[in-house]
Every structure is written in structure tokens, then in C-alpha cells.
């Protein structure tokens, strides 16, 4: 029985999304500090905050209660009638018990898929469906029964109760709360209880929740008008209602006159009784015959992977698969492994390329039931650092899919174990600091400038490590004294410090799907993902993942990777052109040509390996073997990279390759000698300090922690142990003292091992396919115009020159010509449809019977085969302006006559087929096309069109009539960008892009984008020196200018003091 003399059971957390303040640790803690032994969460028509909320409840030791703040439609949840439809009432369910919550899954699922309008509705029918396990409170000021009183229709309003009494009995609550500061409350209120009180129905206090301290009103109206796109009234500050987060003793005082409302708080706190199962793995099934089991399977696939990966076969070998499989089998894991494998089976059947990453790589089954591709023997990984006797959460197998491709793959799952029983996890974008300040600043009606400057002077933080405005006020002094100085910006920063955090919207997790053995809804509310295709998940991986205390419902991780789709293509391309097929997995791993590739530096493209500080290791480096690709992957990190010189030294010079202890020298020979994986240092534990598996994943923890307790405990036990084996004193304590250096920075070595191999192959298609692969790499960075400049730029380095597309030989993507050249695709020509594209490509195939085929004679000739309805006056202007049709014609020519040429194109497609009139009238076509000569296009029109269309110049370069003054790389924008700033310096180059904003003082003040041949930056003009230069720094302009560059959440800037012409 519970301690207490109020409850809360109406409260709202920041998952309202944009509707409420509090996030779920404060809503707790205050509650915690209150003494409040219960609290209920009641997030608006969602349950996205239940498992967070639950767990946090008991950790500190507040009964939870799960419960939903409904919408519910004005008529059947199917009607969705503007105006009618679009207003619904409130109703609150909180689940009593088990019964109740998965009602709640099933109300809070049907509301997103059946009833969404506006909002997610449930109706009566749902409502008398899923009632069971529920207690249902009827809301103060949203209840269906309080509008309709303030309608002014009494006997309505007492046939809405009836009917809620009737569904839940006893289980049925008459909400009460008290606004003093909200006109006619009262009288409202008096008329409820008496309503109430007529069907029988008990009152309930509450004191609905939206924040935490009456403080933070105006940012939770704030966030209302950021949802809504509204601009804050500053009345508000004096209108604001209360709907704060109430003590007890506010809430004892509030109700003093109605104590039997306080009571039956507590009363239904003490009827929830909900006691969730979470951490446990929940297995999906897969489908195997009814003589067999998942174990049975697994090892027939296992044993069988023997042969198809040509292993020998060997007493060991069989020693460790049996290890394996009794490990898996006494964890119950087989089924996982078979869907993994199943699924990656039917990827490589279908043509789709895969990589597995993770410590997954580290298992022999893995690699035999083709689910990893690197030999575990071979680079000597141990199962354990995946999967462990002792280790309780369930295994993670990470897959990599060509990202053109993945939906596919999941589409496949979908299939084969039933649309309700997978789905995509869902995840939520949440309010950061820079976004949070430009949203309060432009829901409080400031102009974006103001939002974008302040916004502008908070760092990027990186994944995983979100800088905070706090933060960013203690490590920014310009922003420090912005703060102290400027009311508005203080009055905005501190705004967004209430809000920064806080979930905005709902999205999708990049990689997680989770198949259920029954319906998803049976474990987890689920709805539409917002583009309104597939199923997601509302519980997060957080709230999913047994590994976090979740629900337990298993993960897959299905990583869309675009290298995997550029490997794919390459290897298409090949075939088709060369009639060479490749299988990446059998290449060999010493193909000279790659890694004199690395060795040049000649990165890009290839995966893991690109940048200029990664290729200027290689380039020292020189590797010779892939543990070399290996090791670079896991030490080009921030912290182990400093041993990257030490690893490039050792493997020069093998005399300073010295190991403590002899045992060590078979673990650390492929590194030099150096520590760089935590499989290693596992190893390491087992071999010298007598270790168990279990413990030294526990040793490996303990050292990615570095929690000093627990290091300190393990020193002893880690010494004593290599003491006990045999080793010196000294010794010990050097490695001790090696394996502290390195705690923070080892890497998993499967993981290295995966894209290590990844990058090899594509390192291997650039340095043997070169053309082939600079084709896909072009493809898959297709619309992203900066890459599609460094490729190009590349391809140029490579004696590969890339052209402008051509109706005579382009196909939809980048199209390989012959060893040497390129054309860009038809699709990436703007404003050109991918249609008329296809029926270009179709008429230009070799000629059928009766048709005509291949190349286009002329103009006239294009025009009379291309029957496509959409070659409008855009798309034809489109493939004129890019280059497309400078085969049949000069752009400026074309342009020029383009009505024509649309005009004897309608007049071929109306003429009669060459079958003619029975009575001789046919054969009437169009006379031939003869258009009349015009001025030709300059080339700064040409590559103006090219820049609109394509996204670069691809003919020539406004610069080109200055290239000699561009012929010292120190001089470039590049150079500069990486090695000048802070230094007052002179580039040059082609101002591509022009913006003039109004400074606060209301002075104009320029940024414009300068390109050379290398790279571009933004050019910054305060007012005073736009004031003298803007004439010269115009569109269009060839300049050289002369300032500094400077430097802001890795952002380069150069602010101009000087320019001239060139």
C-alpha cells in the first residue's frame, strides 16, 4: 500500500513533442525530491516515453504508472472530414496491469494507422474494444463532456459520462483541476462534479503537467508556436495558466475543499499494479522443419561452409566450430544466426553486396554460414570478444547493404516473416543547441539573421557528443560577451537552454529492424514512419534493445553503406564492358597495384583510406599487406593516432620490434609489436595473467571505462596473474603500463578486419578497373555537386576526361566511353526527366524490324524519334544548356530556334505511320528541318548552363583564360584552406555565388563563394570594405583577394580586406 496523500497522474514530458518541457530524469527527480511515492506519464497520443519513464521510476524508487493522453474523433476515427473531423476530444487511460498495457499498445497503434488526421485519434468503437485493464480519466478542460458543457448542451455532456461509465465501470474518474487564473473555471467545475456525481462517477485531482516550474511557461508556449510555425505573443507573460509540475502540498492545498478527489489519487495509483519484463532477449522464429532445431540447422550450415569456403579440414577446426555452436546453443542463439545468414544469403542471390562489421567477424560459424567474409583463423580473432560464456546480452551482427538496395533486403524480411512482425525502429530528432537557438529566436519574431549569428557561434559537436549552449558559452568568448552585453540575444540563449535537448519530431533509425516472433504491437505502439511508407517502432533502441534494459525485441542492424553500392556497379560495369566477372571475395590480398595505390596516395574513393591526413600516413607508411590497411583503419582515430608514427617506424625498421614477454610475439606480430586491438589485449589477459574469457571481457570493459576503482582492482589481479604465469616483475609492470597507455584507444579488431577488407576491394577495383570505378563513384555521388567536383578532379589526375552528357552516347548514369573517358548520365542533367531519358536511351538501341535504331543522323532526325510526350520546351532546353546535343547542333542555334524544333516534333508525332491511307493519303511527313543560322554561344553562356544544370563546369572553366596564373599549387584555395590560416595571404578565383545580409546596425555586409581549379570557400566582407569593393566583387567576377582565413566549427571563411581584377 502506498505512502501517500497525492498523486500525479496527468503529467506531460518533453515526448509530447513540442507540447510540454519536461524530459524524464527532471520530471522523476522532482518528483523524487517532493516525495512522491507514484507518478503517471501521459504523453499526448503516444508512448514514446514509457520504457525511458518506467525504468527511470524504479531506479529511484517512484512507483510508474503508463498511461496516454488520447485524442479521441468527434465521429468514427475512418471520418476525416475538414473542419468537422479535425477537432477532437481528450480522454487519459492508465493501464492497471498487463491487460491494460497491451491495450494501450493496440489504442495507441490504431490511433497512428487508422485514425490520423491532424492528430492520432482513437474513437468509441476502439475505445469499447480495448477498454479491459484500463482506467479512464475524463480530462477537466479537453474531455469530450467538458466541451460540450462549455457548448452549453448539459444533457449531452450527461449522456457522454454515461457512456464512459457504462465502458469502464468503476475504473471511471471525473478529472477535477483548479485554475483560479482561467476565466469562468470554477463554475465549470461545479457543473462536472455535479454531472459526475449524477452517473456515479468518482471525482480525481490533477494538476496537468506541461513543465516543471511555472518559470518556464513562456518556453513552453515557445515550443508550441515552433510546432505551429507561430510567432509568440509577449501578452502571454501576463495571461500564462499554471500548469506546472504541483507538490504535494500545493496540490493538499489547491483541492482542500474536495479531499475524496486527493484520496482516489492515490487510490489508482494503488490499483496500477503493471510489472513489465525487460532485458530479456525476445528470439524471432525461423522457419525450419518439424524433425529439426535451430542448433541442428545451424551446424548442418556450419559444416557445410567448410567446403564452400575451401577451409581444410582439420581436427582443430572442428574443435573450434563445436566450441562455437555449444556456446550459441547453450544461449539459445542459433535462430539469430539463421536469419542473419538467411537474409545475407539472399542478398548475395539477388545480387546485392554486403559487408558484415563488428566482432561478429571474429567467429568461425560466422564465416562459414556466410555471414562475415574474413577469415577468423587466419587473422586471429577470437570468438569471444563477440560472444562469451559469461556475456548476458544477446549477439549483434552489424550488416552493411549497398544503399540502393537496402530497401530491398528489408522488404525481403517483410516477406518472410509477415508485415506485422517487422518493423523499423524508431528514433527521434531532437532540438540541438544551434537549432534550438534559431527556433526561439524565430518564434519570437527576430529576424533569421539574429537566430543564424548566435547559432553560428556555438561549435559543431560531434556524434555522440552534442555541444551544449552551457558549454558553449563557458569555451566561445564572443558568445560569452554577446550574452552579457545583448538583452535579446541573452533572452534567446537562455530560452533555448529550456528547450535544447527536447525531441522534435520522429524519425528512423538508419539501421535497426526488429523482427518479432508474433505482431510488433504485442511488444511495442508502432505507426507510420514519416514519410507515410513502412511500420517504425515508437520505443527507441534504448527502449527496444535487451542490451539497454529494454523490451528485449532483437535488433538487426541494416546499415545502408553507398561504397557498397559503388562496388557493386564497378563490377557490373566490368562485366558487361570487359566481360571480366569478379567475386571481391576470392581477389587476392596481395595485388601489387594496390598497394602501390596507397602508397601514391591515391585515396579518394577508396573506402577509410581518403583524406589528406590518412593518405599522408600511407603515402609514409607504404603499406605491403593488408594488416597493414587494418591497423590504419583502427589507429586514424583522435587519440591512437599518435601511435601511428611508432607502428610506421616499426614496421621500417623490425629491430625496434621488442616484445616483454615471448607469448606475446603470436598475438602482436601482424602490429609490430604495437597494441592496437582490443581482441589483443583479451589475449593477452588469457595467455600471460591466467584470465577466463569472461573476466577479460570484463577486463576489456573495465578499460574502456576508466573508472578508477575499477582499473586499480583489475592492476592487481592482472599482475598477480602474469607474476603467477611466469613473468618478471618488470616486465609486468611495462606491460601494465603499455595496456594503461592504451585503455582509452583500443580498437575491435573484427571490426578493423571488416573494413579493412572492404577497403581493400576498393582499393582494388580503382587501381585495376580504374575507368569502371571512377564511373560508379561519379553515380553514386550523383546530385552531391562538391563530390561530384572532387571525383571529376580526380578522374582529370588519372588521364580519365570526363564529358558533358550526349544523347549519342550517354546512358541514364555516368556513362564509361572507352578506357579514358567518361560522359556524365542523362539523369543528371536538372530539370530532365528520368522518362524522357529512357525513351533517348531506348530509340538509340540497335534498329528492330521495320524501326529505325542507333545513332541520330541530325536534329531532325532526334526530334522524329523521340515520340515522348514530356520532350517539353524545359527538357529540351535542358539537354541543349548541358551539352546533350552538341552532336546535331550548336546550343545557341538550338536554343534560339527551340519552338521550332518542339513544333516539327509535334508534327512528326500527329503524321500517319509509314502503312499510309488505304486511299493514298498517307506517307504526309513533316518537310526535313532546316533551321535558320544564329549567333553561337559564348563560352561564358556554355558554361553558365553547364554550372545550372550539371552542377559544375564540365567544357572549360571561367578561369581558363587565366590559367597561367593558377600553375603553383602553394597558391590555390586548397593549399591556403589547409595550411595558411590565420595568415594573411592572396587567393584568386571565380566568384560563383553572392549574399548580402543587414547587419544588426542595419549596415549591408557581403558573403560570396570564390572557386579556382582546386576548391572554393566563402568570402566574408564586413560593411566597410564592401562599401569600396562590391563593384569589383560582383557575380560572375574573376578576382584575386587578399585577407585572412579563418576557421569556426571546422568551417573555413576568408574575411577580404583587398581586391582587384584579374
Known amino acids: 500500500m502506498l505512502r501517500a496523500d497525492f498523486v500525479h497522474l496527468h503529467t506531460h514530458s518533453h515526448y509530447s513533442l513540442l507540447e510540454a518541457l519536461p524530459k524524464i530524469p527532471d520530471l522523476v527527480e522532482a518528483a523524487k525530491v517532493d516525495g512522491q511515492q507514484a507518478l503517471a506519464l501521459t504523453d499526448n497520443g503516444n508512448l514514446y516515453g514509457a520504457i525511458e519513464f518506467y525504468k527511470e521510476c524504479k531506479e529511484n524508487g517512484i512507483k510508474p504508472i503508463l498511461g496516454v493522453d488520447f485524442f479521441v474523433a468527434p465521429r468514427a476515427r475512418a471520418q476525416k472530414e475538414h473542419r468537422v473531423d479535425d477537432h477532437p476530444s481528450r480522454l487519459v487511460l492508465l493501464a492497471k496491469n498487463m491487460s491494460g498495457y497491451q491495450n494501450l499498445l493496440q489504442l495507441v497503434s490504431k490511433s497512428h494507422l487508422e485514425g490520423f488526421y491532424y492528430r492520432p485519434r482513437i474513437d468509441r468503437e476502439l475505445i469499447e474494444l480495448h477498454h479491459e485493464g484500463l482506467i479512464a480519466i475524463l480530462p477537466a478542460s479537453g474531455g469530450e463532456h467538458a466541451q460540450t458543457l462549455r457548448n452549453g448542451n448539459k444533457e449531452r455532456a450527461r449522456e457522454i459520462l454515461a457512456w464512459?461509465?457504462?465502458?469502464?465501470?468503476?475504473?471511471?474518474?471525473?478529472?477535477?483541476?483548479?485554475?483560479?487564473?482561467?476565466?469562468?473555471?470554477?463554475e465549470q467545475t461545479k457543473a462536472i462534479l455535479e454531472l459526475a456525481r449524477g452517473e456515479l462517477i468518482e471525482p480525481v485531482a490533477a494538476c496537468e503537467?506541461?513543465?516543471?516550474?511555472?518559470?518556464?511557461?513562456?518556453?513552453?508556449?515557445?515550443?508550441?508556436?515552433?510546432?505551429?510555425?507561430?510567432?509568440?505573443?509577449?501578452?502571454?507573460?501576463?495571461?500564462?495558466?499554471?500548469?506546472?509540475?504541483?507538490?504535494?502540498?500545493?496540490?493538499?492545498?489547491?483541492f482542500a475543499d474536495l479531499p475524496e478527489a486527493v484520496e482516489n489519487t492515490v487510490r489508482i495509483a494503488e490499483l496500477c499494479e503493471l510489472e513489465l519484463k525487460l532485458g530479456k532477449a525476445i528470439f524471432p522464429t525461423f522457419p525450419i522443419p518439424k524433425s529439426s532445431s535451430d542448433d541442428r540447422e545451424l551446424r548442418v550450415l556450419a559444416e557445410h561452409g567448410i567446403g564452400e569456403r575451401q577451409m581444410g579440414d582439420t581436427p582443430e577446426l572442428h574443435t573450434r566450430i563445436n566450441y562455437e555452436l555449444k556456446i550459441i546453443a547453450d544461449k539459445g542463439y542459433a535462430s539469430y544466426f539463421l536469419i542473419v545468414a538467411d537474409l545475407l544469403r539472399h542478398a548475395r542471390d539477388s545480387g546485392i553486396f554486403t559487408n558484415t562489421r563488428g566482432s561478429a567477424a571474429g567467429s568461425l560459424v560466422s564465416y562459414l554460414c556466410g555471414i562475415t567474409t574474413v577469415d577468423p583463423i587466419e587473422f586471429?580473432?577470437?570468438?569471444?570478444?563477440?560472444?562469451?560464456?559469461?556475456?548476458?546480452?544477446?549477439?549483434?551482427?552489424?550488416?552493411?547493404?549497398?544503399?540502393?538496395?537496402?530497401?530491398?533486403?528489408?522488404?525481403?524480411?517483410?516477406?518472410k516473416y509477415g508485415e506485422d512482425k517487422v518493423a523499423q525502429v524508431g528514433t527521434f530528432g531532437t532540438m540541438m543547441a544551434r537549432a534550438a537557438v534559431r527556433d526561439v529566436a524565430r518564434a519570437m519574431g527576430h529576424p533569421y539573421a539574429i537566430g543564424d549569428r548566435l547559432a553560428k557561434l556555438i561549435p559543431f559537436g560531434k556524434q555522440g557528443f552534442p555541444v551544449t549552449i552551457q558549454r558553449s558559452l563557458e569555451d566561445v568568448p564572443e558568445l560569452a560577451q554577446v550574452y552579457k552585453t545583448d538583452g535579446d540575444s541573452r533572452e534567446i540563449l537562455d530560452l533555448a537552454r529550456k528547450i535544447e535537448g527536447n525531441a522534435r519530431h520522429v524519425g528512423v533509425h538508419a539501421a535497426g529492424v526488429v523482427i518479432a516472433p508474433t505482431p510488433i504491437v504485442d511488444y511495442s505502439p508502432i505507426q507510420i514512419d514519416p514519410k507515410g511508407n513502412h511500420i517504425i517502432t515508437q520505443y527507441d533502441m534504448y527502449s527496444i534493445a535487451d542490451e539497454y534494459g529494454g523490451i528485449g525485441l532483437l535488433k538487426f542492424d541494416i546499415l545502408g553503406l553507398t561504397n557498397l553500392s559503388v562496388l557493386a556497379d564497378s563490377v557490373a560495369r566490368v562485366s558487361v564492358r570487359l566481360g571480366v566477372d569478379i567475386d571481391l571475395d576470392k581477389i587476392p590480398l596481395d595485388d601489387t597495384k594496390v598497394y602501390e595505390l596507397l602508397t601514391r596516395g591515391e585515396t579518394l574513393g577508396v573506402f577509410q583510406m581518403a583524406g589528406g591526413g590518412m593518405t599522408s600516413y600511407l603515402k609514409d607508411l607504404k603499406p605491403t599487406v593488408i594488416h597493414d590497411i587494418n591497423a590504419m583503419v583502427a589507429l586514424y582515430r583522435p587519440g591512437p593516432m599518435a601511435f601511428i608514427p611508432e607502428y610506421i617506424e616499426r614496421k621500417k625498421d623490425p629491430a625496434r620490434v621488442k616484445y616483454l614477454d615471448p607469448r606475446m610475439e603470436e598475438i602482436l606480430k601482424p602490429t609490430y609489436g604495437v597494441l592496437i586491438y582490443q581482441d589483443d589485449v583479451m589475449m593477452i589477459a588469457v595467455q600471460l595473467a591466467g584470465y577466463s574469457w569472461g573476466e577479460a571481457d570484463k577486463f576489456r570493459k573495465a578499460m574502456g571505462k576508466k573508472i578508477p576503482k575499477e582499473m586499480a582492482a583489475q592492476k592487481e589481479k592482472f599482475i598477480a596473474g602474469c607474476g603467477a604465469g611466469g613473468m618478471k616483475k618488470e616486465a609486468v609492470q611495462k606491460l601494465w603500463e603499455q595496456i594503461e597507455t592504451f585503455a582509452a584507444y583500443g580498437f575491435n579488431k573484427a571490426h578493423a578486419a571488416s573494413y579493412g577488407n572492404l577497403a581493400y576491394k576498393t582499393a582494388y577495383m580503382k587501381a585495376n578497373f580504374p575507368v569502371d570505378y571512377m564511373a560508379a563513384l561519379l553515380t553514386a555521388d550523383a546530385g552531391d555537386v562538391e563530390k561530384i567536383a572532387e571525383v571529376v578532379a580526380e578522374c582529370k589526375r588519372m588521364g580519365i576526361k570526363v564529358w558533358p552528357p550526349s544523347v549519342q552516347e550517354s546512358k541514364g548514369n555516368f556513362t564509361v566511353i572507352d578506357d579514358t573517358n567518361i560522359r556524365f548520365g542523362l539523369y543528371s542533367i536538372k530539370n530532365f526527366g528520368t522518362g524522357v531519358a529512357d525513351s533517348i536511351i531506348t530509340a538509340r538501341l540497335?534498329?528492330?524490324?521495320?524501326?529505325?535504331?542507333?545513332?541520330?543522323?541530325?536534329?531532325?532526325?532526334?526530334?522524329?524519334?523521340?515520340?515522348?510526350?514530356?520532350?517539353?520546351?524545359?527538357?529540351?532546353?535542358?539537354?541543349?544548356?548541358?551539352?546533350?546535343?552538341?552532336?546535331?547542333?550548336?546550343?545557341?542555334?538550338?536554343l534560339t530556334n527551340i519552338d521550332a524544333l518542339l513544333s516539327y516534333q509535334r508534327e512528326h508525332m500527329k503524321a500517319p505511320t509509314d502503312q499510309g491511307s488505304l486511299f493514298g493519303a498517307g506517307n504526309s511527313k513533316p518537310a526535313p528541318l532546316k533551321l535558320p543560322t544564329s549567333a553561337p554561344a559564348t563560352m561564358e553562356e556554355r558554361l553558365g548552363w553547364e554550372k545550372e544544370l550539371l552542377g559544375l563546369y564540365v567544357s572549360g572553366h571561367p578561369l581558363d583564360k587565366h590559367k597561367r596564373k593558377f600553375g603553383d599549387p602553394k597558391k590555390t584555395i586548397k593549399h591556403a584552406k589547409e595550411h595558411l590560416r590565420g595568415v594573411e595571404t592572396v587567393i584568386a578565383g571565380h566568384i560563383e555565388e553572392t549574399r548580402i545580409n543587414m547587419t544588426k546596425a542595419g549596415e549591408r555586409m557581403g558573403?560570396?563563394?570564390?572557386?579556382?581549379?582546386?576548391?572554393?570557400?566563402?568570402?566574408?566582407?564586413?560593411?566597410?570594405?564592401?562599401?569600396?569593393?562590391?563593384?569589383?566583387?560582383?557575380?560572375?567576377?574573376?578576382?584575386?583577394?587578399?585577407?585572412?582565413?579563418?576557421?569556426?566549427?571546422?568551417?573555413?571563411?576568408?574575411?577580404?580586406?583587398?581586391?582587384?581584377?584579374?
Open 164 to 186: 464512459y461509465k457504462k465502458i469502464f465501470g468503476d475504473d471511471c474518474f471525473a478529472e477535477i483541476t483548479r485554475h483560479p487564473e482561467i476565466a469562468r473555471h470554477d
Open 209 to 254: 503537467t506541461y513543465y516543471l516550474q511555472q518559470e518556464d511557461a513562456l518556453a513552453r508556449e515557445l515550443v508550441n508556436k515552433i510546432r505551429t510555425a507561430g510567432v509568440f505573443n509577449r501578452d502571454f507573460e501576463q495571461a500564462a495558466h499554471d500548469y506546472s509540475f504541483a507538490s504535494r502540498a500545493r496540490a493538499l492545498e489547491l
Open 846 to 894: 540497335p534498329a528492330q524490324a521495320g524501326e529505325s535504331g542507333g545513332p541520330f543522323a541530325d536534329i531532325g532526325n532526334f526530334l522524329s524519334r523521340i515520340a515522348d510526350r514530356n520532350l517539353n520546351k524545359k527538357s529540351l532546353e535542358a539537354l541543349i544548356q548541358s551539352g546533350a546535343l552538341d552532336d546535331l547542333g550548336e546550343r545557341g542555334q538550338l
Open 1007 to 1062: 558573403f560570396m563563394k570564390i572557386a579556382d581549379y582546386s576548391d572554393a570557400i566563402e568570402m566574408v566582407v564586413f560593411p566597410r570594405v564592401l562599401k569600396e569593393l562590391e563593384s569589383l566583387l560582383s557575380l560572375g567576377a574573376c578576382v584575386a583577394v587578399k585577407g585572412k582565413i579563418s576557421e569556426r566549427n571546422g568551417e573555413s571563411s576568408f574575411v577580404v580586406e583587398r581586391a582587384k581584377a584579374l
Open 380 to 415: 586471429n580473432m577470437p570468438f569471444e570478444r563477440f560472444l562469451n560464456p559469461e556475456r548476458p546480452s544477446a549477439p549483434d551482427i552489424d550488416m552493411d547493404i549497398a544503399d540502393n538496395r537496402r530497401d530491398e533486403l528489408i522488404e525481403y524480411v517483410r516477406r
